[in-house]
């Protein structure tokens, strides 16, 4: 098996990295950033802060800030115009996912135009693209190192999957002091997003040996220090070593693949305007459940990782103590229910079958250990809404 593997040119990484971005921008010989970002982050001017030193360098910042929560072709549109008054040549995407969503987006459709539907998967886009800088404020989605973007198609509410090279960040800068003010349910939301990332990355049939190993050490970090940080979001050490895991989390799927959590999540987060990184967790338990009688040894593999079996317990005791352990995991961390959440049983039930089309639509239930079936996936959903 010859594994196609893609990272970022440049990554810096540590305490205090954010502050290279200028460095960074220069080295790739590029001066016009459009800084791609939301109301929050400039509310706060950790926008502003980012910029500063970029013009102090010599170089021409533009800051958008219309970025919206689950970005939608809608969204894109002032962006687009941004960029292209701006004159950009690169876009740097600050924040969560959503930010660096739809800077990846419109560095696309600045050079190639078109709407975003006509790069959907299961397209796999190569460019040409202006290059992104990726600055990643939360520690989860990993979405500084892969190569798609989700984008939710404004006229159907259906989320996008886009994929390929063109999506790739040229660089990341990955710096923890820009998670320290993380609230506990973005701690938990993103945090357990990290983990499906790194679970699915390892049961994924497009699996490899770079990607396995990446995603164990992801899951043992995640194990150790994700309920530390919700518990306390001021515990700086396991701030750094949950946006590491997040990153290495990132780079493992973009170069295996997620899987049928993904698959259903995003449907989810399109219909009902559930987080993202809440509708894998509202998932994560019952999707494992129905994976693991199909491989066992890997879903082994990843409760040892995560400290909840040993080598004394056979794969399929350790498989099922993982179950378990994402069961506690949502419980110890507030995950509601889709019910819980407030979602109407009816509009649940009635939208359905749709997302379960929508879902395997996406392709990332064929990379899952056992590939269901639209039947098995609207079970699934009936399971999890109570």
């Known amino acids: 098996m010859i594994a196609s593997l ?105 050079v190639q135009g078109g709407s975003m539907r006509d790069y959907k998967a299961p397209r796999v886009n190569h460019g040409p693209a202006l290059p992104v800088i990726a600055v990643p ?122 899987a049928l959590v993904h698959g259903m999540s995003r449907p989810i987060g399109a219909h009902f305007h559930v987080a993202h990184g809440l509708s894998n967790a509202m998932l994560f338990p019952a999707v494992t459940a129905f994976s693991v009688p199909s491989a066992p040894g890997r879903y082994a593999d990843c409760a040892r990782a995560l400290g909840v079996a040993s080598g004394a317990d056979g794969d399929v005791r350790a498989a099922d103590k993982l179950v378990d352990a994402l069961r506690t995991l949502c419980h110890d961390l507030d995950v509601p229910t889709p019910q819980g959440y407030g979602i109407d049983r009816d509009t649940w039930t009635g939208l359905t079958p749709l997302m379960a089309e929508q879902a395997l639509a996406s392709g990332s239930p064929g990379n899952n250990p056992a590939v269901p079936t639209a039947e098995e996936i609207q079970g699934l959903y009936a399971e999890i809404y109570a």
Not at 79 to 100: I, Q, Y
């Open 137 to 258: 404020t939360t520690a989860g989605s990993g979405s500084e190192a892969t190569q798609f973007t989700i984008i939710t198609d404004s006229a159907n509410d259906e989320k996008m999957l886009c994929m390929g090279p063109a999506f790739l960040p040229l660089a990341a800068i990955v710096d923890v002091e820009l998670t320290m003010s993380m609230p506990p349910r973005l701690t938990a939301d993103t945090g357990i997003d990290a983990l499906t990332h790194a679970v699915e990355a390892y049961v994924s049939r497009k699996a490899n040996p770079f990607s396995d190993g990446l995603a164990l050490t992801a899951i043992t970090t995640i194990g150790r220090h994700l309920r530390r940080v919700y518990a306390d979001g001021a515990d700086a050490e396991a701030r750094e070593a949950m946006m590491l895991a997040a990153t290495q989390a990132g780079i493992a799927f973009s170069n295996s693949s997620v």
């Open 6 to 110: 893609s990272l970022p040119r440049v990554l810096r990484v540590g305490r205090g990295a954010a502050g290279e971005l200028g460095d960074v921008i220069t080295g790739l010989g590029l001066s016009r950033p459009l800084v791609v970002t939301d109301g929050f982050l400039t509310g706060t001017g950790a926008a502003e802060r980012l910029a500063a030193p970029l013009r102090a360098a010599g170089l021409h910042p533009y800051v958008f800030s219309g970025t919206v929560p689950d970005p939608t072709t809608d969204s894109l549109a002032p962006g687009l115009k941004a960029l292209h008054e701006h004159e950009a040549d690169v876009v740097v995407g600050f924040g969560g996912g959503s930010p660096m969503d739809t800077a990846k987006a419109l560095a696309l459709l600045g």
